[in-house]
């Protein structure tokens, strides 16, 4: 077989092969093909290097950001295969000349619209690691829903005001599906823009809602009890707190530990990931059984070291190690 190089570039992948593969948010000059995970801005590049390899549902996500992917297909490479990953709409990972795996971001679990990743065997696994450390392990995506929806359902009930925080894109849908049955919804102008894409790609989200420009200048942010799905900006959230007395909720990983990169001093919080757990990342190493992991984003070091106490070569992703990989 012929040899395959791996190498790190900005928050990104060059991987030499058959061909020559740009992967995610690298900085190169030029590739055969360019190989993009999902929408979320982390793992968009500000320009494309290669004939690009997307779902149609990231490009047309993509746009909304600003970039142009109009050229974007699932099949333009026969050595490339995408894999639904479950993080958000579209999102895929990429199984690239049957052996090297890029998960990009995952997640096992299927989640309303979404369905679970099913990871195949790879002699190379390149694997996200945001939540790898053992104590981020997540209750049920059931039990989850159920817990806040009570807590939803007690504040509204006392007259609460809340805003339920959680990224643009892909959480925010999550959130608006899950409240369609409260009557007076107000989501953000940035959620209802990604909103809308999902709408016309067939996802059944409720779009009678307002938008918080239209809730602002009809003044129903003033009356009554309401629930607001924005960003968890502080800004906006001192803002709400201070003007309208609103409850802050938090939806992410990483509410389970007190909070942090920005989810801290909320109200409530409730891990609704899409992310996978701990336990579930383990899993899908067992399952894809490598010869090699390379570990990418949130805890590498932690969850690499840990696979190499289960007996596996695993090894943080820009630990300065040049990935290079013979068959």
Same mark, same amino acid.
């Given at each position: 077989?012929?040899?395959?190089?791996?190498?790190?570039?900005?928050? @990104?992948?060059?991987?030499?092969?058959?061909?020559?593969?740009?992967?995610?948010?690298?900085?190169?000059?030029?590739?055969?093909?360019? !190989?993009?995970?999902?929408? /979320?801005?982390?793992?968009?590049?500000?320009?494309? #290097?290669?004939?690009?390899?997307?779902?149609?549902?990231?490009?047309?996500?993509?746009?909304?950001? @600003?970039?142009?992917?109009?050229?974007?297909?699932?099949?333009?490479?026969?050595? $490339?295969?995408?894999?639904?990953?479950?993080? !958000?709409? &579209?999102?895929?990972?990429?199984?690239?000349?049957?052996? !090297?795996?890029?998960? &990009?971001?995952?997640?096992?679990?299927?989640?309303? =619209?979404?369905?679970? =990743?099913?990871?195949?065997?790879?002699?190379?696994?390149?694997?996200?690691?945001? #939540?790898?450390?053992?104590?981020?392990? =997540?209750?049920?995506? &059931?039990?989850?829903?159920?817990?806040?929806?009570?807590?939803?359902?007690?504040?509204?009930? +006392?007259? %609460?005001? !809340?805003?339920?925080?959680? #990224?643009?894109?892909?959480?925010? %849908?999550?959130?608006?599906?899950?409240?369609?049955?409260?009557?007076?919804?107000?989501?953000?102008? *940035?959620?209802?823009?990604?909103?809308?894409?999902?709408?016309?790609?067939?996802?059944?989200?409720?779009?009678?809602?307002?938008?918080?420009?239209?809730?602002? +200048?009809? &003044?129903?942010?003033?009356?009554?009890?309401?629930?607001?799905?924005?960003?968890? *900006?502080?800004?906006?959230?001192?803002?709400?707190? %201070?003007?309208?007395?609103?409850?802050?909720?938090?939806?992410?990983?990483?509410?389970? *530990?007190?909070? %942090?990169?920005?989810?801290?001093?909320l109200d409530a919080g409730f891990p609704l990931s899409d992310h996978s757990d701990f336990k579930e990342l383990v899993e899908v190493v067992e399952q894809v059984d490598p010869e090699e992991t390379y $570990?990418?984003?949130?805890?590498?070091?932690? =969850?690499?070291? /840990?696979?190499?106490?289960?007996? #596996?070569?695993?090894?943080?992703?820009?630990?300065?190690?040049?990935?290079?990989?013979?068959?």
């Amino acid at each position: 077989m012929a040899r395959m190089t791996v190498l790190k570039s900005g928050d @990104g992948l060059i991987i030499r092969g058959r061909n020559t593969y740009a992967v995610d948010k690298t900085g190169w000059t030029k590739c055969d093909y360019h !190989i993009i995970s999902h929408a /979320h801005s982390d793992h968009l590049p500000t320009r494309i #290097y290669g004939r690009p390899i997307a779902s149609r549902e990231t490009a047309l996500l993509a746009a909304q950001r @600003g970039l142009a992917l109009q050229a974007a297909s699932e099949d333009a490479c026969e050595d $490339v295969e995408l894999i639904d990953s479950g993080h !958000i709409l &579209g999102s895929r990972a990429a199984l690239i000349e049957d052996r !090297i795996l890029y998960t &990009g971001d995952l997640n096992v679990r299927d989640r309303l =619209f979404l369905k679970g =990743f099913t990871p195949p065997k790879a002699d190379v696994l390149i694997i996200e690691g945001t #939540y790898g450390r053992a104590d981020f392990v =997540f209750d049920d995506f &059931g039990t989850i829903v159920q817990r806040m929806s009570e807590y939803v359902l007690e504040m509204l009930s +006392k007259g %609460q005001r !809340i805003m339920a925080l959680g #990224y643009a894109l892909g959480k925010s %849908q999550v959130l608006t599906n899950i409240f369609t049955w409260f009557d007076r919804l107000v989501v953000s102008d *940035r959620v209802d823009r990604f909103n809308r894409v999902y709408s016309s790609l067939g996802v059944d989200l409720r779009t009678d809602y307002l938008t918080c420009s239209e809730a602002e +200048k009809s &003044g129903v942010l003033e009356k009554n009890s309401w629930l607001m799905i924005e960003e968890p *900006r502080w800004s906006i959230r001192k803002k709400m707190a %201070q003007r309208y007395g609103a409850l802050c909720m938090g939806f992410s990983g990483w509410t389970s *530990r007190g909070g %942090q990169y920005g989810w801290r001093r909320l109200d409530a919080g409730f891990p609704l990931s899409d992310h996978s757990d701990f336990k579930e990342l383990v899993e899908v190493v067992e399952q894809v059984d490598p010869e090699e992991t390379y $570990v990418f984003c949130g805890f590498a070091d932690n =969850f690499a070291k /840990h696979l190499r106490s289960l007996g #596996y070569d695993a090894y943080p992703l820009g630990s300065g190690r040049r990935l290079i990989t013979d068959f």
